[in-house]
């Protein structure tokens, strides 16, 4: 079952990969998309990705407890049925309020529903919604995955079932998480997985809700995804997942930097790779698509950027192999380096690339240094109230990462592993938006925005729970001195912070 899930989310992946890819080309310099045509082979691709195994590789070195349920027969299919029926439940409410209700919120409506309308209707960017500065488009520099797929949907099935897309979108991160929790045995997994689908912050009527019309549950299904790559090491899922990211949210090429340094830190040369083509073929998909929205083409200047992807994919393949010669400090230092020259290049030709974007925003604010520094201690106060104490809405779902880390530390076990660091990476980039976002009002930004924005890692923040929990299971249940072995082969492939 756990294997079926994982290929129908890798499935969905190269699918929404592909069919971006196809309507991102066709659109750029004012073309017409063949939106139905884009779907349909991305489709099959999906299907074919789905059929292959290529690039999917358990890690030999994982602890591998057998998947023990404690309850008693029983008492283990009563959870089942009502994890079932809960899940059901909320599906039904969920699909009802999607299909017979619009977007709730001003940026569901201007930002995606409106530009779904429109595509739907003229498959391209050479229509006033889009180009004509007389036009009100606070959004015009957004992403147009999810408008393209809602159009495509709306001229096939119509615009009620298009609005079924972000409830499809959040059945797929629990099947990512559900996925992710397999050595927890068929029972936890589920009851665990359904746990995470009731996030309040996704359920009710507040802003980024699934029914909402915003793309934050479907941008968190995406950050779910990268989480179960990570904990499959599963290549293909982690480079089309890096893409889509871009693809996604204005936000979305800073959360792909996320995946190319944890792979990098864990010095896994396969997923550094992966991750870099990735990374580079979302770039060269969105930023001339992006420059045509903003009105100022980039002409020629497209090949420069793709010689300097090309060129950041040479250098990562090539230092990629080095990187289990290093420590894991000499790694660290050497990401920070080549960070530091990457901010300081973007930085300098920020206008060019990133103008009239969220990215070129938080760019231009970190000229204040002085106030996102005194934002940092405001924010370090509200974070763990809105990710720990319930501020936030988020029940305990960045609390049971936490819990299980102090136990599995008090056990003499702290490995984070990758999809650990994958998540703490996350939340720093959350943490590192708040401090320099341009809103001059920062309680309202932590108000309306820091609980949404915390929900795109929840998913990821479910599956780091379970792998500690295996982790617990496998201390408490071997023998001391098998439990030690196994850490020190596991050490070779995963981030200690002890």
Known sequence: MFRLTH???????ITLFGFGLIAQIQLSGGGVADLETALRWALLTGALAAAV????????????????????????????????????????????????????????????ELRARALADQ????????????????????????????GTLTQMFGE???????????????AAVFTGLRKLGVTLALAVTTAALTNPRMLDECVGAVDSGFADVPHAALLTFLALGFARRDALLLSAGTALLIWSKPEGILHALVPIAVAWLSAERRLSIAATLGLSTGLLAWLPLRQDLVGSPLGSGLWKIGLGLLALTAVVALTASLLHEWSFRARAVTALGVSLIGLTLTFVFRQELFGHSAIGAYLEESQRGGRALGRLGRML??????????????????????????????????????????????LGTVTMMACLTPEEDFTHYLKSSIGRVLMHWSGAAWIVTGLFATRLIATGSGGEDDHDQALAVQNADTVSTT
Do not use: N
Request: with cysteine.
């Open 160 to 174: 009620a079932t298009s609005r079924m897309l972000p409830v499809a979108l959040w059945l797929s991160l629990g």
């Open 123 to 150: 498959p391209t960017l050479a229509q006033p919604l889009f180009l004509d500065e007389q036009v009100l488009r606070p959004s015009h520099s957004y992403p147009l995955l999810w408008p393209l797929l809602q």
């Open 381 to 426: 106060w509200e974070f763990p109230q809105h990710a720990l104490f319930g501020k936030g809405r988020l029940a305990v779902t960045f609390l049971a990462p936490c819990v299980t880390f102090v136990m599995l530390t008090r056990r003499g076990s702290a490995l984070i592993g990758m999809a650990g660091l994958y998540l703490i990476l996350g």
């Open 53 to 112: 195994p290529f690039g999917l590789r358990d890690d030999p070195h994982e602890i591998e407890p057998e998947p023990t349920c404690p309850l008693a027969p029983r008492l283990r299919l009563v959870v089942l049925l009502i994890a079932a029926c809960w899940t059901l439940f909320q599906l039904g409410v969920l699909s009802w309020g999607a299909i017979s209700t619009s977007a709730r919120q001003w940026d569901g409506v201007v930002a995606w």
């Open 7 to 13: 290929r129908l989310v890798r499935a969905l992946a």
